[in-house]
């Protein structure tokens, strides 16, 4: 990583914009080309806009912003984020200052190796089709790469088979399937053309080992074989909070992770706080966030009941120890990583890490967003931090500009109710009385 002086973007959230893109300057995270891209906002161009998907008559823009305080794997991070809602940037980025003092996240990925699936039905004799597609795997991996050659060049490709088969079930009157899966190894590339242009070329070979009929032949998102792990501790003396001892705090963490565990409906707004930071690095990276969505609420469901991803325990030390790991599909080129500007200018302020780096990311992020909800829901609450950002955002409603949405926010906070009425009569008392 080239050298960064992070000191420079200290207090980063009391700067105006155009202070925080002089600080990233200042910190060498940017030059003065990327410094412009940022000062407008990161426009896509009419062309690039208009060739991006069909029927296109605008762009639809979102807040992009920095988590701070990422020490992941010894490495310093600022993580962008592309994010609608407040409150995240500031939690992720506060759970990351905690960790940073006492280690920060350290992550292992698995390879990353995507899964096609090529689906027969009708398959006359499937014991003996599974023999003979069994037999004839070196083929079937042949025939594959010489679809996609270049990935072979690179050094990736397909790399072996899994062949499953899911009996006709009058329950649901759901005929036999055959199902072959290619395990495809796809470098720094999530994967999803490679792999569909891979399995379209053997359906007619596999239709032809089979003698079945060949349904469709596509990615699958449920990428288990390409997870990404992220762990962290911090002593319970630093949980500390009011009232409340960091013996108790790490207990109350400890017990929400345990109801996450066993309550589905817990566990999908858990895992939701996890994906509210995996999600913004997602699509801020250029990365297809519905695909690691899907992926991600499956392999929750992986013991069969929908359950937290993360975990938070107990060392033997008496520290909070926390895990997560997800499915990773995500990558460094393709799509439109290459030409996005918002992509372009994250893997830029993310140092150009590669796929393996990029799952580390993220991964950290979903965790540390995680210990921010959960600390914040067995303590305080999450509603007080949310009220900042909240009044802020009933004096844009009320047609605050510049100066007067932080006047009409901060008068707002001294108001029982919070509401946009409140905060369009503040809005006409400080215009009134200018
Ligand atoms: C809100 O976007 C996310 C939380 O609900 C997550 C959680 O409850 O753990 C705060």
Known sequence: MTSKNISELAKFYKKKRTERIDALEKAGFVGTEEKDLLANHLALSEDVADSMIENQVATYQLPYGLALNFLIDDQDYVVPMAMEEPSVIAAASSAAKLFAQHGGFQTAVTERMMIGQAILTNVPDPEKAIAIIDDYEIDIIQKANQAHPSIVKRGGGADSIRIREIQADPEYNTPHFLIVHLHVETLEAMGANMINTMMEAILPYLEELSG???????????????????????????????????EEVRDLIVLASQLATVDPYRAVTHNKGIMNGVDAVVLASGNDWRAMEAGVHAYASRSGQYRALSSWKTADNGDLIGELTLPMPVGTVGGSISFHPGAKMTHHLLDYPNAEQLESIIVSVGLAQNFSAIRALVTEGIQKGHMGL?????????????????LVAAELKNHKHMNLAQAKEILDHIKQNR
């Open 212 to 246: 079945g009929t060949a349904l469709m032949g596509i990615l699958s998102n449920y990428a288990t074989e390409c997870l990404a792990t992220a762990s962290c501790r911090v002593p319970a003396d630093a949980l500390a909070k009011g009232e409340l001892s960091g």
């Open 390 to 406: 909240h009044a802020r955002s009933l004096a844009i409603s009320a047609g605050a500009t510049a100066d007067d949405i932080e």
